[in-house]
């Protein structure tokens, strides 16, 4: 039957993302707990024992809060803002598909500081915007192009820039006086800055852009990356009330379910157990890189939990490590073949990690 389609979902490229492909799993007979996941950068730590009992006690046989109330409270003041500058989504995903179809259109333009995560220029162009890349040179070690991103939003003036803060999957974390400068170029143009930071409780303390809230700038949080809260989908946007709401209006109702809210409530609960956990990855983060560096796969400086580095031919890599049942992300779909990510584990994973790649290194030599 012919019927009508929206022209952007023929045409629009999802995005390619790491993590298990259970369909090859089931193919190849693995069961998920055997493959040592380093293609995904979330907290690799087990969660407090409380959100289980939290989870147990959640209401199934009724809709959930379709505005997550008692959540959005807890994070206002987390955050000490207004719980009307607070939307919660269904994981990081939903919040830049809403940022997307609600400040972006066919006949608008969006920018993204590249390489980067692949989900904004998916949901911008599936939005109908032509997307702009403003790409980081290798040269400078793929340092925020400042200059270049304020120079196109003048010349441009996109309705929507997204930047990732620190960048996935590069690491890097532009400074507070570069993001002041952002901010000036697109108050100037009516651009709005998406500033995705789903990394940033990774990074040292401090490194939000919290404190430079104002109406043009909205803040994506991750909850599934910082509480490891992997298989149940919990982000959040922060922003003017204004913007919030029209984000809301825009979300599919009961979009978070009431385990996943009450688990985000019990994280909050125990976030000393998560600070603690968040002080740990940097640690585990910085013997990474040296052991990386030393087994000849000296990695980029990252102020996430994950880390880049130069890998050659990085499929037969992926082949190597596969067979010893590693994962790890190719960086090509970003648009740096010949390199590969991997996010920061536990000690002992990560020594394994390292071992392996000093075994592939000696058979490649």
């Known amino acids: 039957m012919d019927c009508f389609v929206r022209q952007e979902i023929l045409t629009g490229r999802p995005a390619r993302h790491g993590g298990l492909d259970y369909a090859r799993l089931r193919k190849e007979g ?71 179809f609600a400040f972006a259109d ?22 109908g915007a032509d997307v702009l890349d403003v790409p980081a040179r290798e040269e400078d070690g793929f340092a925020f192009p400042l200059e270049d991103v304020e120079d196109r939003i003048r010349t441009v003036r996109p309705s929507l ?12 974390l532009p400074l507070k006086e570069e993001l002041l400068r952002l901010l000036s170029a697109c108050d100037g143009t009516g651009t709005l800055l998406a ?52 984000l809301a209006s825009l979300q599919p109702p009961w979009s978070v379910n009431a385990c996943a809210q009450a688990a985000g409530l019990a994280a909050l609960r125990a976030r000393g157990y998560y600070e603690a956990q968040w002080a740990g990855l940097r640690s585990l983060a910085s013997g ?9 796969f000296p990695p980029l400086p990252s102020a996430g939990n994950f880390l880049l580095f130069r890998a050659g031919d ?28 991997v996010g920061v584990k536990s000690g002992d994973e990560n020594r394994r990690l390292v071992e392996c790649l000093a075994a592939y290194r000696k058979e490649a030599s």
């Open 195 to 246: 500033l995705d930071e789903a990394y940033v409780n990774f990074a040292p303390p401090g490194s939000s852009a919290l404190p430079l809230m104002r109406p043009g700038l909205l803040l994506l949080r991750s909850m599934t990356k910082d509480y490891g809260l992997t298989g149940l989908r919990l982000g959040y946007i922060m922003g003017d009330p204004r913007l919030v709401g029209l």
């Open 30 to 100: 693995v069961f998920p707990g055997e493959v040592l996941d380093f293609s995904v950068s979330t907290n690799p730590f087990p969660p407090c024992p409380e959100i289980a009992e939290a989870m147990s006690g959640a209401a199934l046989t009724r809709y959930p809060d379709s505005s997550s109330g008692e959540l959005r409270s807890a994070l206002a003041e987390l955050h000490a803002v207004a719980p009307e500058s607070v939307l919660v989504t269904n994981g990081l995903a939903q919040a830049i598909f809403l940022c997307a």
């Open 288 to 296: 990474l890189a040296r052991d990386l560096a030393e087994a000849g």
């Open 161 to 172: 820039a997204w930047v990732c803060s620190p960048n996935n999957p590069t690491g890097t």
């Open 314 to 341: 990085s499929e037969r890599l992926q082949a190597f490590l596969w067979k010893r049942r590693i994962l790890v992300r190719d960086c090509s779909s970003f648009g740096l073949p010949g390199y590969v990510r």
């Open 106 to 127: 066919r006949g608008k333009n969006v920018l993204t500081a590249s390489p980067t995560f692949g989900e904004y220029r998916s949901a911008s162009e599936f939005a």
